[in-house]
């Protein structure tokens, strides 16, 4: 099963990152210096954006993962009021996500291998699911799996501790997923003032390279350059680390 609190590159990403660094390294170079050979000295960071970069596709990751996961449980509660098993009804659920979402949705994917290992492996759900609810590393799965264990483990009415479990865990989940929608808003607005110096500098080269021919040509012009760009990645940081927030 996928651990959602990691991210590997596939060949392809890496070297899609890798061809993306060098051309960013060689246009950032060439924006604040007018001289390529600045490029190794910001190939130097690619770990630490690389890095970033995982930690954002994590969290875009978790967020499609709950989103699927809130019509999960509209589904699975009503298979499970149908009268079906938890295997039946994650077997059940699979193409209603897969009609929503696409074949090869994050969570359809989930299912299918958690029911490959409840129908051929002849492991229990319980232990299954508990497994799926640690990996996601998500509250809102191992709460709903705590409910099922307990109902199954107590004889307790399954079908009402579900429904009321699944509603109190939706409305939490739609809270959620408003406040990382305005999280998200605020985000793209930090990159739009994160790439705002780049965008004025490329502007000003092109349509008065005489005016800001002075920032390149002399000692201190450089300063003010590497100020600027340090400056830039410093005040996104900033960004990222006031709106970051823990749900």
Known sequence: MLD?????????????????????????????????????????FTKIIKQYLKELLIEKR???????????????????????????????TIPGL?????KES???????????RMHKGGEIDTD???????LSGLEDVYDFVTVYSICKRTGASLI????????????KMTIDREIMQIVKRKSEEGGVIFIMPYLVILFLNLSAPDY????????????????VFVSSIGIYGIIRKVIQVDI
């Open 212 to 227: 800001i021919a002075p920032l390149y040509e002399t000692f201190a012009g450089r300063i003010i350059m590497t100020v």
């Open 98 to 102: 897969q009609n929503i979402y696409g």
């Open 160 to 171: 009402t501790a579900l429904n009321k479990a699944a509603s109190v865990i939706i409305d």
């Open 106 to 116: 994050i969570l359809s994917c989930e299912l299918k291998k958690a029911y490959e």
């Open 62 to 92: 978790r967020f499609e993962y709950l989103t699927q996961f809130k019509d999960f449980l509209f589904m699975i509660s009503t298979a499970i009021g149908a009268g079906r098993s938890m295997k039946e009804a994650i077997k059940e």
């Open 128 to 134: 299954v699911l508990l497994d799926m609810a640690i």
């Open 4 to 44: 959602l609190k990691q991210y590997e590159f596939s060949k392809k990403e890496n070297s899609i990152f890798m061809l993306g660094m060098i051309l960013a390294a060689l246009s950032v170079s060439y924006i604040f210096y007018r001289n390529l050979l600045f490029s190794p000295i910001i190939m130097l």
